[in-house]
């Protein structure tokens, strides 16, 4: 075969060979990307629509009960306190108590109106984001 004849087949098939295989590796890379863009927005979402709510909704519940719990013991020791001080049997104690009544009532509607909203927004965010949860949190 001749010599010149190999360099000009050659020549002429590395440049389309050369340019398909770019393509396909610019194809491949691209695919790549696409994937993994899809599941960063994925996991965005999952933080946007799922998560991150549903932390903030624990957080504030938390927070108040735990100032509800120590507004409770407080309420305790200020009613012993009460009963230490007065004479018995007990007189006129309606007065007495009505401050820790009132913080009694607070309490239960705080529960009512704050708290118990607040527990169902979380299971409703869950249910209507429930595909978003991972595997671990749905179990």
Excluded at 5 to 27: E, M, N, Q, R
Excluded at 37 to 42: E, L
Excluded at 112 to 117: A, I, Q, R, Y
């Amino acid at each position: 075969m001749n010599p010149e004849l190999l360099v000009d087949v050659v020549k002429w098939t590395l440049a389309p060979i050369c340019t398909l295989l770019a393509g396909y590796i610019g194809v491949r890379y691209g695919l790549k990307q696409i994937r993994i863009q899809k599941r960063i927005d994925f996991i965005e979402r999952q933080l946007r629509e799922l998560y991150s709510p549903l932390l903030a909704y624990q957080k504030e519940i938390r927070a108040k009960s735990e100032l509800r719990l120590r507004i409770s013991k407080a309420t305790i020791e200020g009613r012993k306190e009460v009963f230490k001080i007065n004479p018995k049997p007990f007189v006129n104690h309606e007065k007495k108590f009505e401050p820790y009544n009132k913080i009694i009532e607070y309490d239960n509607k705080q529960l009512k109106n704050e708290l118990l909203p607040l527990y169902r927004k979380m299971l409703s965010t869950f249910r209507d984001n429930y595909w978003l949860a991972e595997s671990e949190t749905r179990k």
